[in-house]
């Protein structure tokens, strides 16, 4: 009866899907998050040290958001905040201390109080993975606990991370933005993270901005860490299926007793880490602002491709994220003029064939094709 009632009230939620809704200021139509009055591309990253250093190092390695520290001590927390800002740094504030919800909102409304309007935040967590079998226990409290957060703060964006494909439409009525986790090395295929983007895609409303938490690493061995075209690819793949930002996981890790196990600034992917960052952001504005093109297709099927229009170009975002070199046929629409195409990532040249554009991949090779298109005749 309980979980009824909740589903009942939450599909009343203002900005629910269901109810068809409203949404934040700070979030387009189309699911676009907008920081500091502009539109917003999060390169985010987890577990970091709330310091200046560590800040500026992130900030010089492309990144833009991080997920904060827990507001335990406001002082503390508060003067993470400017530090943040400092380097330009958007905080994504996980609210969840203590792995508790409802035990936590009397604590977390005092944040609010404190600090909803501080520049330097961009959303609060209300809890990593509520649909994981580890917070079966208290997963019941997350459509209240977002009530009674909205209520009091309409105006700020509250966050959930998902881990589950089966229940991303009813998660998605307790939240603003939606992040996805999903971290198939070393054992499953890289094509898991467009497939996981686009089921949460299909079920968020259109203005809910999607983010996808990318892995690079978390163990000393190395089994958890992408290689830098696998990573690349999981970017690339992640943005093809929808999202409109990325965050990586994780920067370090801790055992117990405080010793550092995991630090990604030491790892083999760290010094091109950057590359990455910085060729997403450069397309940051098509992504998140241009014109999603349908009727593009793409031969063979293993090659995965996005077309977005934005001030008179069309950009191709492309994936082929298997171990074999693929010789791919992009289709156009018919109306679609191209005058010229260059490449930025790939391993090979783009050509005009026509109507079609061929592009040679080479194995776990993904990039942007741009495309200079004819205006439409009057």
Known sequence: MLTILLLILVALLPGSATAGGTKADRITETGTLLWQGKPFFPIGIYNVNPTAAE???????????????????????????????????????????????????????????????????????????????????????????????????????????????????????????IQVDRYPLPSKPLTEVYEFCRDAKNAKAPWQPLIFVVQCGWTADLKTQPTFNQARAMVYLALIGGAKGISWYSRQETAQDGKIIWDLTTSPLWPRLKEINSEIQSLALPILLGEEITGITSQPCCVYVVGKRWQGRLYLLISNPG??????????????????????GLSGNPTLDGANLRVPLGPIDSGTVICDIAAPSS
């Open 55 to 177: 800040y500026r190092t992130l900030a010089a390695n492309g990144f833009n958001m991080i997920q904060g520290m827990f507001p335990v001590k406001l002082d503390a927390f508060r003067k993470s905040l400017d530090l943040a800002l400092a380097s330009n740094i958007a905080v994504d504030v996980p609210l969840y201390v203590g792995d508790q919800v409802l035990e936590d909102l009397a604590p977390s409304l005092r944040t609010l109080n404190l600090a909803a309007n501080h520049p330097a935040v961009l959303d609060w967590k209300i809890l990593d993975e509520p649909d994981a079998e580890s917070h079966a226990s208290i997963r019941d409290e997350v459509p209240d606990a977002y009530l009674a957060l909205k209520a009091v703060h309409p105006e700020q964006l509250f966050e959930l991370t998902l881990s589950d494909t089966h229940t991303f439409s009813y998660w998605s009525r307790c939240c603003d933005i």
């Open 323 to 344: 171990d074999t070199s693929a010789d791919a046929e992009i289709t156009l629409p018919p109306e679609m003029r191209v005058e010229s195409v260059r490449a930025i």
